[in-house]
């Protein structure tokens, strides 16, 4: 069996062996490293990695909170050092004579000129949100008429549905004579034209019977 002070040992490496295992997926972490590798010529060797952790912590505090002032800020300073680019990059292709080196530079000035308006549109919708409406189709009608909504966005109607019926027509009903359908049941068969007018009943002719 290992002794006490053996045993002591292996639980500290395990401890920091976790420890490191946890700050290399910080997310803090992470950014802090990348910006030490690209930064490191500008602001020197003496800008201290922890300090620089725990400012991008405090920045991802504040945007939990709500507060975006930090990523504002960078977005403007992303914004302006595009377009400082874009003309910097616009003035060296005017000066080229050669229609290659000419056409790469212009081609470089306008994607940074673009990326520089994109990052201005993302201020705008960081600053102003869209708001998106849900309407739903109103029931507005101008007179007697009916409006029926057909179906929701999520029906979607059969390209092989059936026709459906026409309803029966209300005129064929007419309870006011003492009758409820004035429907003239099957279709007689077709006759000659000027045929002789079928006799009629008596004079008070005969009563109306209904289907």
Request: glycine share 4%.
């Amino acid at each position: 069996m290992p002794s006490k002070p053996e045993a002591n040992n292996s639980a500290q490496l395990a401890d920091e062996a976790e420890n490191r295992a946890k700050l290399t997926l910080l997310p803090s972490v992470n950014a802090a490293l990348v910006i030490e590798s690209y930064n490191g010529n500008a602001a020197g060797k003496v800008v201290d990695f922890i300090t620089m952790v725990d400012q991008l912590s405090e920045t991802f505090a504040e945007v939990k909170e709500g507060d975006v002032s930090r990523l504002e800020a960078m977005l403007i300073g992303q914004a302006t050092a595009l377009q400082s680019m874009f003309v910097s990059l616009a003035q060296r292709a005017h000066h080229q004579h050669s229609e290659k080196q000419f056409s790469s530079l212009l081609s470089l000035a306008l994607k940074a000129q673009a990326q520089s308006r994109a990052t201005i549109q993302a201020i705008a919708d960081l600053k102003y949100p869209r708001q998106v409406a849900f309407v739903n189709q109103a029931n507005i009608s101008h007179g007697p008429q009916q409006v029926n909504n057909g179906p929701g966005p999520d029906v979607i109607p059969s390209p092989r549905a059936k026709k459906s019926q026409f309803p029966q027509n209300e005129l064929l009903v007419e309870p006011s004579h003492g009758c409820t359908n004035l429907d003239t049941g099957a279709a007689s068969s077709p006759k000659r034209s000027h045929s002789e007018l079928d006799t009629v009943g008596a004079i008070n002719r005969s009563e109306k019977r209904c289907r």
